[in-house]
């Protein structure tokens, strides 16, 4: 065995380590981020799988689009047919805590939402209609 072999070897080990123990530091926000991209929470497969493998989740009669992403002051929430009772979109950070929440009032077709509060970062979003989630992803915020 080389060098390059053995370090290689010895950089996926700490790289394994490194994530069984950000995993349990981070657990909550773990689980939180799986249900939010839809990844079944206590799928333990996880670590021989990519985002690619999980399956979509199905396209709702009513779509729903989010943008600009990535957004500085505003983000714009644009439905193909207005909702038929109210909504909200709630943005969470990483770490699982929810930063805001704001109310889409029933017969919307689009609702700008200021976001210029946030750091920039990487945020996930959740939007939903009389608490049936419509679509989550993330977002990403480039401010100051």
């Not at 995993?23 to 799928?43: F, I, K, S, W």
């Not at 017969?107 to 679509?135: C, D, E, H, P, R």
């Amino acid at each position: 065995m080389n060098h390059t072999m053995i370090l290689n070897t010895m950089t996926n080990v700490k790289v394994l380590s490194l994530r069984e123990d950000l995993g349990e530091v981070l657990g909550n926000a773990v689980y939180t981020a799986r249900v939010m991209l839809n990844v079944n929470p206590d799928d333990d497969n996880y670590k021989n799988k990519s985002l690619q493998q999980y399956p979509k989740q199905e396209a709702k009669a009513n779509s729903v689009h989010l943008y600009p992403n990535p957004a500085k002051e505003s983000i714009t929430i644009a439905f193909d047919q207005p909702i038929t009772d109210d909504g909200i979109i709630e943005i969470w950070n990483i770490m699982g805590s929810k930063l805001l929440a704001t109310t889409i009032p029933k017969a919307t077709k689009q609702q700008k939402v200021n976001v210029s509060s946030l750091s920039s970062g990487i945020y996930f979003y959740i939007i939903k209609v009389n608490n049936n989630k419509l679509t989550s992803d993330k977002l990403i915020i480039l401010n100051k």
